[in-house]
């Protein structure tokens, strides 16, 4: 008798594991969605950042050092 009251401490419902699991996919679906989220707001950024170095290279070759080949 107390084999069996002690094993039966550990049994679950099949709807206490399924609101279990529910909760679990819930907070997993959550993570994936700011993860995703999260990654097309740093590729955007990213472009944005890419964009602005091209343009700071063209401002920079704008300018020309004409003293570069003189000894002084």
Request: charged share 25%.
């Given at each position: ?46 472009k944005k ?24």
């Amino acid at each position: 008798m107390a084999l069996l009251m002690s094993s039966s401490i550990f049994l679950v419902s099949t709807q206490q594991l399924s609101v279990v699991l529910i909760i679990t996919a819930v907070i997993f679906i959550f993570f994936i969605g700011a993860a995703v989220i999260k990654m097309y707001r740093l590729k955007r950024e990213n472009k944005k950042l890419v964009e602005t170095d091209e343009l700071k290279k063209d401002i920079d070759d704008a300018y020309k050092d004409f003293t570069d080949g003189h000894l002084y």
